[in-house]
């Protein structure tokens, strides 16, 4: 081996070969956020000087991991715990190719490099052999070495060899490679996210044969629907049974907001299924428009009766009981929100009540409420810095399309309106999951200062948006939406054709003062589901709130809760009528479910904390109100399981 700067970075490169096809496809993403930086981009640049710089600017990208709110790091630091020992033998692999390049880096005696590498390789389960063309590493049997032991021996080593400012920075940097999105989709990040043991409160899966098509008597198809239960604070054998119903997304587990306390405080099992087509619970293997067609509200609220009978009927086999009913109770968040008041809108008898938290029980087809509530939430100078905004992006528009685009990381949204809609749901977020600071604090400055406010959105649309929340630009691309292929992680042309055909939401600009682009319109919003969806597909409004009822929905022992900054409220049951209470949660960060989720409501607060809330008072408060008709139609309806109506 010698120690020339080519022959490490080919044995380096070609090491990560052999490794990756030990690791499968997690070690190979792994593999592009967890190297060393330094080392493939000197590789590639062949110039130190400009390696460095190019480091400066790769640090400058990653700016919002170094944000003093910290969210960024914490919701990377979430993903990066449950990868067991994968995560420590790479990290001790890093640290063996620090220690290579910094020996090459500082022209070190290659006898003491020798044997720094064979007293890692022996601590790693590797087998290091030496040829006249490159040196490689062989893994053994891994089996004898705990995650700890991988940890301790590869840091050690690579601190042996690179001052401890060098390898701090590195070692921030590697994660946020790793979970940043340089490889990652939102959808891989977010399921990565999922597995975490705090997160949730299980991820282990349960399946269960669901009927395709309830409303026919001769379709006898079925599938396996994924669910998933928790019974660490289940009061055997007659503690209540809470549903938690999952909504337009994969399921990867229960997780771990407020409903843990709850169901902890009532000794009540905790059980999940996943919505049909979302996640792993798709019928078809394809999902063209036609397969499409059984993907409905009306198809999952029977999903839910069925399978809330059958999971009470294996209880009773296990406790070899005849007849026994739990107390059931029915809990969801916006979209599964509604699905929670209209279960027991549609089956009273299956249920003690619900909580709809920021349910959406009424179907809207130009919903301009939602524009109007972020002009209200984001305030007077915040707004008008967003609607200046929008009105230089429609100004550009015109005359500079593709590099305005390219200034906000979009350049393949080649439809205009996917590329506007983009932007506006960037803005919105903010307000919607509890990070309106995250928005207005730096347009306003900018405003103030004088900037380039264009420039300054397009910072924090690349660096909040797409970088710390996670989303991607994909998302908004009708060539996207039009793939059929079954992918696990995204929903979004699944939950694009429930909007096409059931509930609308169309996001329009009102007429007058809005914050999003006029150009985001009806016309925009049909073109779409017809451009995806063919031909015929348009969405039943009318039909949707009148099998509902809408926000005059006639169920009882429903609990609606709202978050006051949320645009989303506006299609929520917001007053309150006999037998179903309704609350809003006012303060200045509480939006999408905050009674669950706590603040910010995304990333996820542990347990619901609302400490972070500006009002936490006013959280504590609604919840208690929801504990007290929890306790009280639980009461009404114990011994029977159902419900008194």
Not at 280 to 302: I, M, R
Not at 558 to 587: E, L
Request: neutral net charge.
């Amino acid at each position: 081996m010698t120690g020339s700067a080519d022959e490490l970075n080919r044995g380096y490169f070609d090491d990560m070969s052999e490794l990756k096809q030990h690791g499968g496809k997690v070690l190979t993403e792994m593999a592009h956020g967890m190297s060393d930086l330094l080392s493939p981009i000197l590789f590639v640049m062949e110039d130190e000087s400009k390696s460095f710089w190019c480091f400066v600017a790769l640090m400058e990208r990653l700016g919002p991991n170094f944000n003093r709110d910290q969210n960024s790091m914490h919701s990377q630091l979430f993903a990066l715990s449950k990868l067991k020992w994968l995560i420590y033998f790479w990290l001790a692999w890093s640290s063996l190719v620090l220690t290579l390049k910094a020996c090459w880096l500082n022209r070190m005696n290659k006898f003491i490099v020798l044997r720094d590498l064979n007293f890692v390789a022996e601590n790693l389960g590797l087998s290091f052999s030496k040829s006249t063309k490159r040196t490689t590493l062989a893994p053994k049997n891994l089996r004898h070495k705990q995650p700890h032991q991988f940890l301790k021996v590869g840091l050690a080593m690579g601190m042996m060899r690179l001052s401890k400012c060098l390898v701090s920075l590195l070692f921030l940097v590697a994660l946020s490679g790793f979970t940043h999105g340089f490889v990652m989709s939102p959808h891989t990040l977010l399921n990565r996210l999922s597995q975490n043991s705090n997160y949730y409160l299980t991820t282990e899966e349960h399946w269960f044969d669901q009927t395709l098509d309830h409303y026919s008597p001769y379709d006898h198809r079925q599938f396996k629907q994924r669910y998933y239960e928790f019974l660490d604070y289940f009061q055997v054998p007659d503690g209540p049974i809470f549903l938690k119903i999952c909504g337009e997304s994969s399921c990867n587990g229960i997780s771990n907001d407020y409903l843990g306390v709850l169901a902890k405080k009532f000794g009540a099992a905790v059980v999940s299924l996943e919505h049909r087509y979302y996640g792993k619970s798709s019928p078809f293997k394809s999902h063209t428009t036609e397969n499409l067609k059984y993907l409905s509200s009306k198809q999952a609220l029977f999903d839910l009766a069925v399978f809330r009978q059958w999971y009470q009927e294996s209880l009773n086999l296990k406790r070899n009981k005849t007849g026994a009913e739990n107390s059931w109770f029915v809990f969801g968040i916006s979209y599964s929100g509604a699905l929670s008041a209209w279960f027991r809108l549609k089956f009273p008898h299956l249920t003690c009540g619900s909580l709809a938290s920021s349910g959406v029980v009424l179907a809207v087809y130009n919903y301009t409420d939602f524009d109007k509530q972020v002009g209200e939430s984001a305030g007077p100078e915040c707004k008008a810095v967003l609607q200046e905004i929008t009105e230089l992006v429609d100004r550009s528009l015109e005359s500079n399309r593709k590099e305005l685009k390219k200034q906000f990381g979009a350049a393949e949204l080649e439809i205009d309106g996917d590329f506007l809609y983009f932007l506006a749901d960037a803005a919105v977020i903010a307000f919607q999951y509890g990070n309106p600071d995250a928005l207005c604090t730096p347009l306003v400055e900018a405003k103030k200062a004088g900037e380039d406010l264009v420039a300054a959105y397009a910072k924090y649309v690349k660096d909040f948006y797409v970088g710390t929340f996670g989303v991607s630009v994909e998302t908004y691309n009708q060539n996207h939406l039009k793939n059929t292929a079954v992918n696990e992680g995204n929903s979004d042309r699944l939950w694009w054709f429930q909007v096409c055909t059931e509930v609308a939401y169309f996001q329009v600009a009102p007429s007058n003062d809005s914050i999003r682009s006029s150009k985001i319109n009806t016309k925009y919003h049909l073109d779409l589901c017809k451009n995806v969806f063919g031909e015929g597909i348009y969405p039943e409004v009318d039909m949707t709130n009148i099998y509902y009822g809408g926000t005059k929905i006639a169920g009882s022992k429903i609990v609606f809760t709202n978050g006051s900054q949320d645009p989303w409220r506006h299609a929520s049951k917001q007053t309150s009528s006999p037998d179903m209470p309704s609350y809003i949660i006012t303060c200045h960060n509480c939006g999408h479910g905050t009674d669950m989720r706590g603040c910010p409501q995304s990333p996820l607060s542990i347990e619901g904390n609302a400490e972070n809330c500006s009002a936490p008072d006013a959280v504590n408060k609604v919840r208690q109100k929801m504990i007290e008709h929890i306790d009280l139609w639980l009461s009404e309806c114990k011994g029977t399981g159902r419900s008194s109506l």
